[in-house]
């Protein structure tokens, strides 16, 4: 009985975990889309965006590390601005997770 008891709490907190991370890949989808100002998608090409931007690098090919995009979002890169005074720093890391979760990047 305590077997099952450990195993279901297990499975529930993975669920939850899960869920949790579903809930801020939508995020970070919609604002690499939607709200970050200028948009991601308006420079950068990422297919499960949906974007064919080419002034930035093609994010499919680069296959960013959720590092690497944290601190380009956050600080900026050549001609890309900084957002870290227009995102908060949940944005920033939803945004990072989201873009090396599609491209098949390092995501811890």
């Not at 709490?9 to 100002?37: H, Y």
């Not at 200028?38 to 959720?66: V, Y």
Request: charged share 20%; glycine share 8%; aromatic share 2%.
């Amino acid at each position: 009985m305590k077997n099952c008891v450990v195993s279901a709490l297990c499975l529930l907190l993975t669920s939850a975990v899960a869920m949790a991370d579903d809930g801020l890949l939508a995020r970070g989808k919609q604002i690499f889309s939607e709200q970050a100002q200028p948009s991601c998608a308006i420079c950068h090409t990422l297919s499960d965006a949906g974007s064919t931007g080419a002034i930035g690098p093609d994010l499919d090919e680069l296959k960013p590390s959720r590092q690497q995009v944290h601190d380009a979002v956050r600080s900026g890169v050549g001609v890309m601005p900084a957002f870290e005074e227009t995102l908060s720093a949940e944005d920033i890391n939803a945004v990072a997770l989201y873009v090396a979760t599609v491209t098949g990047g390092a995501t811890d």
